[in-house]
């Protein structure tokens, strides 16, 4: 799935402008411990997780991974977004939990 | 080629700077991505490491013929027990550190399952010296 794809889907609203959204998203994964990511996230993933900060930025461009999703309506820091633009990670909001942001994907 | 960064002690809006610099500064020089890979995620725990475990420090990248080098050097507090510090799920970060999705226990093992060669020295309330070497 790509990502422009997802945000069809309602639910989903991508926060911030990046120049393009034909990336694919080949893998979901959520995770709240950075180091965890850092250790098992890959290219193409789309990561859900409820951290706001500006250093899941930092992970994300450093993975390559594919977009940042926020589940439960979980507001990014200001920072954070700012961050986000500067190295085109999408950053997407969504009011859905975990369970149901993972039954929109199969691989 | 020598490249240095200074990383601050607290400063989480810049942490992940020297990663993502020296991340560009190697796709630039065609080193292959399997190594970038495993050289941004290396100094990505040294450098949260230093900004949240230490005083203040820098890191020191070598991209030589043969072999990536990097030295992460800080100025204390210093690691009192490295093989303790090097095990899976050990970690001695705060409350507030952990709720920022830190402190997991995993960064230093994860520095040195991505190198090739990989050091710890440290003295008690002076300095810790990381020093890992990534095979090209
Ligand atoms: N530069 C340093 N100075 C002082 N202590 C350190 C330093 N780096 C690591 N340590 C100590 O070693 C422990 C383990 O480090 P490690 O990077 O593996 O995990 P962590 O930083 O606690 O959590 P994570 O990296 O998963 O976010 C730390 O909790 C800390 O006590
Ligand atoms: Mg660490």
Known sequence: MKINQLLENKNFKLLNDVPSLDEGITYIRSCDLLSLVMAKGEKGDAWITVQTHSNIVAVASLLEISCIILPESIKPEEDTLIKANENDIPIISTPLDVYKIMKEFSF | ?136
């Not at chain 2, 960064?107 to 440290?122: A, H, Q, R, Y």
């Open chain 2, 1 to 136: 080629m020598k490249f240095e960064y200074t990383i601050s002690n607290l400063d989480f809006s810049t942490a992940g700077e020297a990663s993502s610099n020296i991340k560009k500064v190697l796709k630039l020089l065609g080193i292959d991505s399997k190594i970038i890979r495993r050289a941004s995620i290396a100094i990505y725990e040294a450098e949260i490491n230093i900004a949240i475990h230490s005083y203040g420090g820098k890191i020191i990248l070598y991209v030589q013929e043969n072999s990536i080098k990097i030295i992460a050097l800080d100025k204390g507090p210093g690691i009192n027990n490295i093989d303790l510090a090097m095990k899976e799920g050990f970690s001695t970060a705060t409350h507030e550190i952990r709720e920022m999705g830190f402190g997991a226990g995993m960064g230093l093992p994860n520095i040195k399952k991505c190198s090739d060669e990989f050091s710890i020295t440290s003295e008690s309330g002076k300095y810790t010296r990381l020093e890992i070497a990534i095979n090209i």
